[in-house]
């Protein structure tokens, strides 16, 4: 069973990036889809971006398409979020979640997908 631990949220201006970093432990990670939601307050848990076991498939949500980067990295057990052109609506509290897949090449962008959670790391966004 895989235990992730997200870091690198904070406060930022508006138009600069954060990278967020989410480090797994416990089990094979080259075994794990992984991806990123975020919840804002008042608001539903929103996928934002995943990736499969390889890393070679990504997919995003349109609301971040364009502006946020997801990547791992197999030898370090670690899934990162590059986020630019931050906007003050990007404001959440950012999820990291894991899952096991037999396929190198698939992704999931449901939060029903995901059994293994992190606890979160809030971003802010001022303008």
């Known amino acids: 069973q895989v235990q992730v631990v997200e870091s690198g949220g904070g406060l930022v201006q508006a138009s600069t990036s954060l990278r967020l970093s989410c480090a797994a432990s416990?089990?094979?990670?080259?075994?794990?889809?992984m991806g990123w939601f975020r919840q804002a307050p008042g608001k539903e848990r929103e996928f934002l971006a995943a990736?499969?076991?390889?890393?070679?498939?990504?997919y995003y949500a349109n609301s971040v398409k364009g502006r946020f980067t997801i990547s791992r990295d197999n030898a370090e057990n670690t899934v990162y979020l590059q986020m630019n052109s931050l906007k003050p609506e990007d404001t959440a509290v950012y999820y990291c979640?894991?899952?096991?897949?037999?396929?190198?090449?698939?992704?999931?962008?449901?939060?029903?997908?995901?059994?293994?959670w992190g606890q979160g790391t809030q971003v802010t966004v001022s303008s």
């Open positions: 979640a894991a899952e096991l897949s037999p396929y190198s090449d698939t992704y999931y962008d449901t939060s029903l997908s995901y059994h293994y």
């Open positions: 416990g089990s094979t990670f080259s075994r794990y889809v």
């Open positions: 990736i499969s076991r390889s890393g070679s498939v990504t």
